[in-house]
C-alpha cells in the first residue's frame, strides 16, 4: 500500500508521519536530513521541493526515489 505524503508539509511533520523517510530522503540526496538537530530545526520550515531546488537535486530523481519506496507524493488540493 502506498503512503500518500503531501508535498505541501514540512519534512519534520512527514518524518515524524513517516520516520522511514528519512533515510529514503538520504538517499535520494538530501545529505543534511541525518545531522544532528537539522530536522528538527530547518525541518521545519523546509518541504521536499523548497529543499531539492536548494541541493539542487534534480525533481523527477526525487520523486522517482519516494514512488519506489511505496509513497505517493501529492499536492495540497490535488484529487485524491
Given at each position: 500500500?502506498?503512503?500518500?505524503?503531501?508535498?505541501?508539509?514540512?519534512?519534520?511533520?512527514?518524518?515524524?508521519?513517516?520516520?522511514?523517510?528519512?533515510?529514503?530522503?538520504?538517499?535520494?540526496?538530501?545529505?543534511?536530513?541525518?545531522?544532528?538537530?537539522?530536522?528538527?530545526?530547518?525541518?521545519?520550515?523546509?518541504?521536499?521541493?523548497?529543499?531539492?531546488?536548494?541541493?539542487?537535486?534534480?525533481?523527477?530523481?526525487v520523486?522517482?526515489?519516494?514512488?519506489?519506496?511505496?509513497?505517493?507524493?501529492?499536492?495540497?488540493?490535488?484529487?485524491?
Amino acid at each position: 500500500m502506498h503512503k500518500k505524503i503531501d508535498l505541501d508539509d514540512s519534512v519534520y511533520k512527514l518524518c515524524t508521519l513517516h520516520p522511514e523517510l528519512k533515510a529514503v530522503m538520504k538517499d535520494a540526496g538530501f545529505q543534511n536530513i541525518t545531522k544532528p538537530g537539522m530536522l528538527e530545526t530547518a525541518g521545519r520550515i523546509m518541504t521536499i521541493p523548497k529543499g531539492a531546488r536548494m541541493m539542487q537535486i534534480e525533481w523527477n530523481h526525487v520523486l522517482d526515489i519516494l514512488k519506489a519506496h511505496g509513497f505517493d507524493p501529492v499536492w495540497k488540493g490535488e484529487k485524491q
